[in-house]
């Protein structure tokens, strides 16, 4: 009989009851016939066949039809179950519902940002190679065309060494209205095969070695899908029309497959890719030279370590060449790292990881809380349970019951989970969008969601066929009886549940902590001093064309006219560029100036004379910007305190470096040229709050000619607009996208936002953590509490019977009310000693992103336990109340 037959059962069970009423008749008929009355044969032939509704049940049964018909008894007796108790039902729904949740979207952005692999061709042998020490961005420089030549021909752990580097400045793609920005992107030839990557339409690069020489490849260009659609609609006729970037002419050779990126955690801007072409200065190593960075593809069976090792042997020879000693000791060193861990940068990592546990930790609280929950639910039920027990259920039959009601309880909440997990990573997009380096889908992976829901419901069914087992194996007779929860299997069932209940505060509490540790962290970054004024500042990062500016200066043809509209609106009380505004993240430029025969390395802003009053910055010494400072005066440089302090011949006198000479040394400057320091600024904090203030040169813009050594490292490439002003920003954005029209269409689209604004972001993953987890600890604080008060109040109301019989003994009510309440207090106070273990613990997972507070915080610790013992005392003291009056006559009634 086939199974998939049993769903047919209403046919074969009146095909069986034809087929035993004809068996009756024809007995009926044959003792009739024998001469016995109709009434006498049909009592004789009924004895005689025996029970019919059991021969039918075991008939069926031995057929096999009974599976689908008890599947569906079970789904409909748990619906009913649900809608007998829709308050239970609800919350366990929604119990899980938050722990799916909460593990499914935070999976999900680890599994897009850190777990998934590389989209190239054995992407577990790419490794990026960079010069300097050390894995974070700060002590890790390009390399110059000769050194990865060298590793190329002198590595033996790397099967192929590939190199790239970005177009310079802002980068438009040139249409018939107006230009597309781009991130224009040059590869060497071998970058694309390496990565085994082909292109969808055309070709690729024809192979070359580099020279600084044209060679075949010069004028081609490769387009990724997103700009041949957006420029070109999708026309295979794109292919070998000449298209214009910044003024000079490729021609289209190739368009690369859809959802194609390289790098992979590049801005969303569409991409390009042309072939490398060295210029005079690559034949040296000299500050001038052109960087790139490596990428090298091990060969098989070669690890990261062993080409490290032989990587730094070689760099050891080729670090003398460097003339320049500061150049020379920045590259004495080289960094690998797997291409994959490159994307993102250790704090952000440090920082997901530690949310996937909190996210991992709410899913067991809930767990945990369910598994509460239905613990007591099966101890209400046990003698419904021994009933059906008692009556010839079989134990199986008893589990697949609850069983099913688990199930259908768990598949409701994977449903209502997985709604919210796709809710909240759609709240959360914008701030996942600015925070991370890779895109995260709105929609978690099936597979996620897969294995979250199975682990759900392995843990639902365990909890539900734990007690129905307990229940069915122990005696029939005490579980009948009024207060036979009293039992040993009952006393179990309840240190069970105490012990779930203490291992919900201890896990509550290692969340909380560190939700207080971030949210101190957060508080202690607002009040630290920036440095400049935030209020009433509108900012407006401008992407500058510079193409629709060649040959001219965009000092008098661009910034000056625009900045002179802007400060005519109303109600603007300043207004100025900068190159960037404090804290943005816009555009990071340094630079290595020479004083004294000696390098300098430094951070540098281009900004105009009323910037100040902008910000509000204060003088530490000599004198800001003014009307001194024109195009044909000695260029006037303004340096910061930290500055100051590095290269001052007085450390303690600020004012002693004013009047100290610098010499350019950046591509482009004019020899021999030189910046006088006028003044000094108070220092500020410049790329985050947590970071104390660099070394930084500022240039007046006014002075920045195409001439000046200056103007070739800022030209065209970024300019906030920075306006103090009283009116809304709302009112504001109309006119002042107006005189960005006017000035040149593509500043229309300039992203206009607030400095408070820019503040809140450049907390970074700080405060995507603290948000994050202020709702995780918040929910765990919930279950928690609610767990507590299912259990005391599930507590009180079968001891109902006890606490009549200790009043009526002469107990006071009082003492049943610290009865309760010291239960309460032991199941808190243990978890709270194992949660500060894990706090401890779990510390070390945040050290990494906080900010002014020690990760063992003392008074973190205490806030958290005492707001968690003070919510579950809470909690517990209604269940307490209800105890304390209870009437002993009604409770002794039912005796």
Same mark, same amino acid.
């Given at each position: ?78 619906? +009913? ?57 700060? #002590?890790?420089?390009?390399?110059? &065309?000769?050194?990865?030549?060298? &590793? +190329? ?7 192929? @060494?590939?190199?790239? #580097? ?104 569409? !991409? ?29 069976? !070669? ?33 690998? !790292? ?24 709410? &899913? ?95 843990? $639902? ?9 307990l229940a069915v194996r122990a005696p029939v007779e005490p579980a009948l009886k009024q207060g036979g929860w009293q039992t040993g299997m009952g006393r ?74 802007? !400060?005519?609106?109303?109600? $603007? ?5 900068i190159s960037e505004v404090p804290l943005g993240r816009t555009y990071e430029l340094k630079m290595t100036l020479r004083a004294n025969g000696n390098a @300098? ?36 440089? $303004? ?257």
């Amino acid at each position: 009989m086939s199974w998939f037959s049993s769903f047919d059962y209403g046919r074969r069970k009146r095909e069986l009851r034809e087929e035993i009423d004809d068996h009756l008749r024809m007995a009926i008929a044959g003792r009739m016939e024998l001469g016995e009355t109709e009434e006498a044969a049909r009592q004789a032939a009924l004895r005689e066949f025996g029970n019919i509704a059991l021969v039918q049940d075991v008939t069926r049964e031995k057929w096999g039809w009974t599976r689908g018909e008890r599947l569906g008894q079970d789904l409909r007796y748990a619906l +009913r179950q649900m809608r007998r108790a829709p308050v239970f039902a609800a919350t366990v729904i929604g119990t899980l519902a938050l722990g799916i949740a909460a593990a499914a979207a935070m999976f999900t952005v680890v599994e897009h940002v850190l777990l998934r692999p590389v989209p190239y061709k054995d992407a577990s042998r790419l490794v990026t190679i960079l010069a300097g020490v050390g894995k974070e961005p700060n #002590g890790q420089y390009l390399s110059p &065309w000769l050194d990865i030549q060298e &590793w +190329r021909n002198r590595s033996q752990s790397f099967q192929q @060494i590939a190199f790239w #580097g970005r177009m310079f400045g802002r980068n438009y793609l040139e249409g018939n209205r107006s230009a597309l920005e781009i991130n224009g992107i040059s590869v060497s030839s071998d970058l694309f095969p390496m990565l085994g990557v082909k292109p969808m339409l055309g070709r690729g690069f024809l192979p070359e070695t580099p020279s600084p020489t044209a060679g075949r490849n010069t004028g081609t260009i490769l387009l990724s899908y997103t700009v041949w659609d957006v420029a070109f609609g999708g026309d295979t006729s794109a292919l070998g029309r000449v298209v214009k970037i910044n003024n000079v002419p490729y021609t289209v050779v190739g368009v690369m497959p859809r959802g194609f990126a390289f790098p992979l955690n590049d801005t969303p801007a569409g !991409q390009v890719w042309v072939p490398v072409q060295l210029a005079k200065d690559d034949q040296g190593r000299s500050w001038a030279a052109m960087s790139y960075e490596a990428i090298g593809k091990l060969r098989k069976g !070669q690890t990261v370590a062993a080409a490290r090792a032989e990587m730094a042997t070689i760099q050891k020879t080729i670090a003398p060449e460097y003339t320049d000693p500061p150049t020379r000791e920045e590259h004495s060193a080289v960094a690998l !790292q797997r291409y994959g861990d490159s994307l993102v940068d250790s704090d952000l990592r440090k920082a997901l990881l530690a949310l996937l546990a909190a996210s991992g930790v709410l &899913w067991l609280i809930a767990s945990l809380n369910v598994t509460n929950l239905l613990l007591a639910r099966s101890m209400a039920r046990q003698r419904e349970i021994a009933m059906r027990g008692a009556l010839g259920a079989s134990c199986w039959r008893l589990v697949q019951q609850m069983m099913v009601e688990g199930l259908v309880l768990s598949c409701a909440a994977a449903v209502l989970g997985t709604g919210l997990a796709i809710g909240s990573l759609k709240l959360l997009a914008h701030e996942l969008t600015s925070h991370l380096p890779l895109p995260v889908p709105v929609m978690p992976d099936a597979w996620i969601l897969l294995v979250l829901m199975a682990l759900t419901v392995v843990s $639902v069914l365990i909890s539900t066929a734990w007690p129905t087992l307990l229940a069915v194996r122990a005696p029939v007779e005490p579980a009948l009886k009024q207060g036979g929860w009293q039992t040993g299997m009952g006393r179990q069932q309840h240190r069970t549940r105490s012990l779930l209940v203490t291992i919900e505060v201890a896990m509550s509490l290692a969340l909380l902590v560190a939700c207080g540790l971030l949210l101190r962290t957060i508080y202690a970054l607002q009040h630290v001093p920036l440095g400049f004024r935030t209020d009433h500042v509108v900012v407006a990062n401008l992407s500058i064309p510079s193409y629709r500016f060649t040959g001219r200066s965009m000092t008098e043809a661009l910034y000056e006219p625009l900045l002179d509209r802007v !400060q005519h609106l109303r109600e $603007v009380q300043a207004a100025g560029l900068i190159s960037e505004v404090p804290l943005g993240r816009t555009y990071e430029l340094k630079m290595t100036l020479r004083a004294n025969g000696n390098a @300098i390395p430094t951070y540098f802003k281009a900004v105009s004379p009323n910037v100040r009053e902008v910000f509000g910055f204060k003088m530490a010494a000599g004198r800001f910007f003014d009307a001194r400072d024109t195009p044909t005066s000695q260029t006037a440089v $303004v340096a910061n305190e930290a500055f100051a302090r590095q290269y001052s011949p007085d450390k303690h006198d600020p004012g002693a470096i004013v009047g100290m000479k610098l010499f350019g040394t950046s591509r482009g400057s004019q020899g021999g040229e030189s910046g006088l320091i006028v003044g000094v600024l108070s220092d500020e904090r410049q790329q985050r709050i947590a970071d104390p203030a660099q070394p930084e040169l500022d240039v007046c813009i006014q002075q920045m000619t195409p001439g000046s050594m200056f103007y070739k490292p800022t030209e065209g490439i970024a300019m906030d607009l920075a306006m103090r002003t009283d009116e809304p920003t709302a009112e504001m954005i109309p006119e002042l996208r107006d005189i960005l029209r006017q000035a040149s269409p593509e500043l229309q689209s300039a992203t206009i936002t607030t400095m408070d604004e820019i503040v809140e972001e450049s907390y970074g993953s700080q405060r995507l953590a603290a948000h994050l987890l202020e709702v995780f600890g918040s929910v765990a604080l919930l279950l928690c509490v609610a767990g507590l008060y299912g259990l005391l109040a599930y507590v009180v109301t079968q001891r109902t019977r006890e606490m009549g019989v200790r009043i009526a003994l002469g107990a006071q009510r009082g003492d049943l009310l610290w009865l309760v309440m010291r239960q309460a207090g032991a199941m808190l106070l243990t978890g709270v000693a194992v949660g500060s273990g894990l706090a401890l613990a779990s510390g070390r997972l945040v050290r990494g992103f906080l900010y002014g507070v020690n990760a063992n915080d003392g008074w973190t610790l205490a806030g958290a336990a005492t707001l968690l013992v003070v919510c579950g005392l809470m909690a517990a003291y209604l269940p307490a109340r209800r105890a304390a009056r209870v009437n002993p006559m009604e409770a002794l009634r039912a005796e």
